[in-house]
């Protein structure tokens, strides 16, 4: 961030506007440094700032535009933190479920999910039935259609110490100017 941030004018205006620079990228900075500080609240500033640091994303646009040429990895902080606060042995967590989509057939629908843990397995359901192959942390759909992909989703992150499931998503497939989707 850093570039048409969208955020609150103030309670006077009670709008929303944009605005640029690194006044516009901090606060995004200094949120992911208190999430990985509620993570583990015996961190130090040091780590803290490490895992800030060693997890950021090369973006080679940025060249001559800031410093470090590179942006903040949220997910890949929190699971920086999480690897050196947690034993090897502990059992996963899900820190974003999916999120409900809606999709026109014959268009396409993928579905996300964060979680923390060593050593990740990950296993995607729908309507309650493993989905064959769907063994990543991102579940992109193609063609979808009302009959086949229509339904709640769920996915299951695992270790050998344990798993979490995620919370439902819903697919709703609009065809023909009908909605389908699962009954819930």
């Known amino acids: 961030p850093g570039l048409g941030v969208q955020t609150t004018t103030g309670p006077a205006t009670n709008a929303y506007g944009t605005f640029n620079g690194t006044s516009a990228a901090c606060p995004h900075v200094a949120g992911a440094a208190a999430l990985l500080l509620a993570l583990n609240p015996e961190a130090t500033l040091a780590e803290i700032k490490a895992a800030l640091i060693e997890t950021v994303d090369l973006v080679p646009a940025l060249t001559n535009k800031m410093a470090s040429q590179r942006r903040l990895n949220l997910p890949g902080a929190l699971q920086h933190?999480?690897?050196?606060?947690?034993?090897?042995?502990?059992?996963?967590?899900?820190?974003?479920?999916?999120?409900?989509?809606?999709?026109?057939?014959?268009?396409?629908?993928?579905?996300?999910?964060?979680?923390?843990g060593h050593s990740l397995l990950y296993q995607w359901q729908l309507d309650g039935r493993d989905i064959a192959d769907a063994t990543n942390r991102v579940l992109s759909l193609s063609n979808v259609t009302a009959a086949h992909h229509a339904g709640e989703y769920r996915v299951l992150a695992s270790n050998s110490s344990g798993s979490d499931t995620s919370a439902p998503a819903v697919l709703t497939v609009r065809r023909l100017g009908i909605t389908q989707q699962a009954l819930l």
């Open 81 to 116: 933190v999480y690897q050196r606060t947690y034993p090897s042995n502990a059992p996963p967590r899900i820190i974003s479920d999916p999120s409900d989509l809606a999709a026109t057939e014959n268009t396409s629908a993928t579905f996300g999910v964060w979680a923390l």
